[in-house]
Nanobody, 126 residues
Framework: QVQLVESGGGLVQAGGSLTLSCVAS????????MGWFRQAPGKEREFVAA????????DYADSVKGRFTISGDSAKDTVYLQMTTLKPEDTAVYYC???????????????????WGQGTQVTVSS
């Protein structure tokens, strides 16, 4: 079992930046891909970005490409999401997730991820 704890959320003005962190513990050796999702009120949870520990290949949703950067430190079992040029529509609860066995980078559906953090709120004011 993998446990995930996010941090770094907060309130920021449009155009600003925030960096989220997610620390994994437990059976971290089983992790192949870690991702970030977000969920705004009244909306479904949506994929934001993911990173594969082997080779550090990345995948991004079109809505954040060029503005967000996902990175990881496998030695610290930590993944980061650097968010720049934030927009009010980026407001959501952001969740860190670790993949289920058998899935690979490119699997963007929530069901491809079996472990989830508690979420951290990001609010972007206009």
């Amino acid at each position: 079992q993998v446990q995930l704890v996010e941090s770094g959320g907060g309130l920021v003005q449009a155009g600003g930046s925030l960096t989220l962190s997610c620390v994994a513990s437990g059976r971290t050796f089983s992790i192949s891909v870690m991702g970030w999702f977000r969920q705004a009120p009244g909306k479904e949870r949506e994929f934001v970005a993911a990173i594969k520990w082997t080779g550090l290949h990345t995948d991004y949703a079109d809505s954040v490409k060029g503005r967000f950067t996902i990175s990881g430190d496998s030695a610290k079992d930590t993944v980061y999401l650097q968010m720049t040029t934030l927009k009010p529509e980026d407001t959501a609860v952001y969740y860190c997730a670790a993949d289920r066995p058998g899935y690979d980078l490119g699997s963007r559906a929530p069901h491809a991820f079996g472990s989830w953090g508690q979420g951290t709120q990001v609010t972007v004011s206009s």
